[in-house]
């Protein structure tokens, strides 16, 4: 039985006697963040999928918290990790868009994950991706101690890579994309790239997903070794698109054995998206609606990917167990942001509803009581950065709009949110967003139709649009009078913005 296993045990078994729940002392410990691109919650096994497979993971909720209710603030990339690597909304932070440059943005002194920790005298690293872009994020990324598998920003003069690989030959088929990144070829070169999936061609050794995790080893050996409080945040590319991963996890799903995507189309009433239910997506089946055949062999790719990613998870697990960090190492798993798998006819993200919005958020404090729990309650990953700096013992601004969500994780049944707030800019649609355990509403600014609601007990997969029904009259005024109200009005009983 390993540490942290144990740990849970024990911990619970002190709680079944009449202990009150209380965190240990966390000031000194480590941070490993690892972030997986466009992860659906609701496609990982160890979130109740009963087809694919994630063994490693399944092992971690084990020993961690697993929130069943994590919600993003935006709906693609930029502007989510924008908000949950400062603390802030969207409208707080002014990006809302994956064009926008955070640099440019941001208000002047707001700070970001990374400069709090250096604050702390925490080594900073970073494996893959972390801000949308470097060019994003220069400043904020100038103060990582040591920056691998990501271009650093100019003046950046860390040490060279823990681990030198061979390269890799470009795939049989796949062109060089064209120099000029603003001119239409090059878009659309970059359009057939990201519309694919299916084997990739390369062994397991090989993906970029794979080298991260095993430089993320390398550098957890080194820590052990100097002994030195780190944050090290680790990147997962995939189930981003191309959906592409190694045969050997292609051939563990057979498409005939997925079940066709709930929501079809034809299904909605009153859509907010009705362009995008019947017509290209983003990133993948960017043309035309798939096949039948072509969805189930795109979700198993899906899933090939997710099993691939999880075996990475697990190098890495298994490499902070094998040094002793586990014991005194945080570690955080989430995504940035959901993924359509054909509901609604549509695929990949850009929406505000569910698919896109939840993603996975495991959390693993050594030895708080909530370890082994699934979290029930509403928290948002805006809510990241308190959390962190509550569990450090950080300073941050008193203004900060996340709230540490560290007291679910000595009680996950505690109390919390009654709602999370989410906001949309993709081009064709700008709306916000607010969403209880019952009800999802959405009000647009620009797009189809000027307003949603879904019931989400009496329709889990939000394909009527009850926004006009009198019976919900109602409900419809309440939720409206929230979401203007904003995120203080959703705060935990007693909870006070008196920081």
């Not at 955070?102 to 604050?119: I, Q, R, S, W």
């Not at 109390?415 to 989410?422: D, E, S």
Request: proline share 9%.
């Amino acid at each position: 039985m390993n540490v942290i296993l144990a740990a849970t045990l024990l911990t619970n078994c002190l709680l079944a006697v009449g202990e009150a729940p209380s965190l240990p002392d966390t000031s000194k410990m480590n941070i490993l963040l690892i972030d997986i691109e466009d992860c659906n919650a609701a496609a990982l096994g160890c979130y109740g999928n009963p087809i694919c497979k994630t063994p490693h993971l399944d092992r971690f909720v084990q020993t961690a918290v697993r929130f069943d209710r994590a919600y993003v603030q935006a709906v693609c990339c930029n502007p989510s990790r924008t908000s949950f690597l400062t603390g802030y909304r969207p409208l707080t932070t002014r990006v809302t868009s994956n064009g926008q440059e955070m640099d440019a943005h941001l208000p002047e002194g707001m700070l970001t994950l990374p400069e709090y920790l250096k604050t702390r005298g925490l080594y900073l690293a970073v494996i893959g991706k972390l801000f949308h872009r470097t060019d994003y994020a220069e400043k904020q990324l100038s103060v990582f101690d040591r920056i691998e598998m990501y271009t650093p920003p100019p003046g950046w003069k860390g040490p060279g890579p823990v681990i030198k690989f061979p390269p890799v030959a470009r795939p049989a088929g796949v062109p060089k994309p064209p120099a000029d990144e603003k001119s239409p070829e090059y878009r659309e070169w970059r359009r057939q790239q990201s519309d694919r999936y299916g084997d990739s061609g390369r062994a397991p050794e090989e993906e970029g997903d794979y080298r991260m995790a095993a430089t993320a080893v390398a550098l957890l050996k080194e820590f052990a070794q100097t002994k030195q409080q780190f944050f090290l945040a680790v990147a997962q590319s995939k189930p981003h698109t191309p959906l592409l991963a190694p045969k050997k996890y292609i051939d563990m799903y057979n498409p005939a054995d997925i079940p066709d995507p709930p929501a079809p189309a034809e299904s909605l009433v009153n859509f907010p998206y009705p362009k995008r239910a019947f017509g290209g997506n983003p990133d993948i089946f960017t043309l035309k609606q798939p096949t039948k055949q072509q969805s189930k062999e795109a979700i198993a790719a899906y899933y090939a990917c997710l099993s691939m990613v999880d075996n990475h998870v697990g190098m890495i697990l298994k490499a902070l167990e094998e040094t002793g960090l586990d014991t005194n190492t945080i570690v955080i798993v989430l995504g940035d942001h959901g993924f359509h798998l054909g509901d609604h006819g549509f695929w990949s993200k850009y929406s505000m509803l569910e698919a896109t919005h939840r993603a996975p958020l495991i959390v693993r404090v050594p030895g708080a009581p909530g370890n082994g729990q699934a979290c029930d309650q509403i928290v948002e990953f805006v809510d990241l950065v308190p959390t962190i700096g509550d569990l450090l013992k950080i300073d941050l601004p008193k203004d900060m709009e996340g709230i540490s969500f560290a007291p679910l994780l000595a009680d996950p049944n505690r109390p919390w949110k009654t709602a999370a707030f989410i906001v949309e800019d993709d081009g064709d649609a700008f709306g916000e967003c607010v969403r209880t355990k019952k009800y999802s509403y959405m009000e647009f600014k620009k797009g189809a139709i000027p307003a949603a609601l879904f019931d989400l007990e009496k329709d889990p997969w939000e394909t009527k649009n009850v926004v006009d029904d009198p019976a919900y009259a109602q409900v419809r005024k309440e939720m409206a009078e929230l979401l203007h109200a904003g995120w203080k009005k959703a705060l935990p009983p007693g909870y006070s913005t008196d920081k």
